[in-house]
């Protein structure tokens, strides 16, 4: 009996948690984890949209490590009882320096796709970003959330299509646009060339075979509505998705690769809020965008997904600020892992992040409760490297706090 009452006194027995989503995510420690639980969970076509980029993938790979080169230099015996990481971002209060960047396809993911995610971001106080090539359309993101929404856009061929988008999102009460500037042709995404990828997915031998491995994803596509381009669902000038196509296809089809900064008036006649540039990899290109009066410069290289071998966005911080500084917005997307590389990117400069990847894995790692769990483990993230660092506020941070290393 005294054996038994000293096991009993040190031995705590785990209650078994009968949610299967919350039992794997006590299990996952950071976003890496999470991308390990989607590869499992998700066919290897869907997984490897998500995870894949251009060429060699090079880019892809630097946009996470070149956050590696910036080490801080942290302050002692300062107050930290309480770090508040509130911010001004592009007019108004946001609770985390973050935005939720525009993916396309959500729902390979998971069949609530862009709904899960923007319920998750108004609960976070972030902004939320929609893709024109969202799997939800612009009324539904508008009926879940109440929340700071963006508008992301190609430019299409079809103007009074591209037109028609802008009014439903002015309408829906979107308060700006961005528009995404890299994708004049779409890169070559090599993973997708291997798989046949299609959206929707074909089904064939390959899929059947997928299904059966995977099946809590095969019941989630099976029992969902067919997968479209929700935003363009119905017109007769362009492809809705309601037939497989390739995305090299579709885009080298519908985009407009004359895009140039001439464009910019049109979007002010057509578009009354803010506007944003996506896809900005020069300080020349910010400089630009800056005297023509954007409200902001996203810098970033699509995830790696266009030109390989392209800058990574966290190196462009600091020169673009020096540059253009106080007179637009700097948003740093792509390759952020973690609150520490948030504060870094505020560090040198930026006036905020954008996440792509971290939460479309959490997606299709665990639905909305990953993409909760995500925006949490980053906020609780920028709030124990700032206390660690020594900085009490996100408006006290300043280039004294990192420095550049070579490894």
Known sequence: MGMISTLRSVVRFRTYERDRTVRNLSKVANVDDLRAVAKRRLPAGCFDYIDGAAQDEVTAAANVSAFGRYYFRPRVLRDVTSVDTTTTLLGAEVSLPLMIAPTGFDRIAHSQGELAVARAAERAGIPYSLSTMGTRSIEEIAAVNN????????????????????????????????????????????????????????????????????????????????????????????????????????????????????????????????????????????????EVGLDGVILSNHGGRQLDYAPPPIDLVAPVADAVGGRTSIICDGGVRRGSDIVKALALGADACMIGRAYFYALGAAGEKGVDWVLDFLRSGVEHTMALAGTGSVKELNRDLVEVRDR
């Open 147 to 290: 929340g700071r929404k963006w508008f992301q856009v190609y430019v299409w061929r079809d103007k009074p299509l591209l037109k028609e988008m802008l009014e439903r999102a002015a309408r829906s009460g979107f308060e700006g646009i961005m528009i995404t500037v890299d994708t004049a042709v779409l890169g070559r995404r090599e993973r997708d060339v291997r798989r046949g990828f299609s959206l929707p997915p074909q089904i064939g031998l390959g899929t059947l075979i997928d299904g059966v491995r995977h099946p809590r994803w095969t019941l989630d596509f099976l029992r969902a509505d067919p997968i479209q381009f929700a935003n363009v669902k119905g017109s007769t000038n362009v492809g809705d998705g309601s037939t497989p196509v390739t995305l090299a296809d579709y885009i080298n089809s519908q985009f407009d690769p004359s895009l140039s900064w001439n464009d910019i008036e049109w979007f002010r006649d057509h578009w009354p809020g803010m506007i944003m540039i996506k896809g900005v990899q020069t300080v020349e290109d910010a400089e630009i965008a800056a």
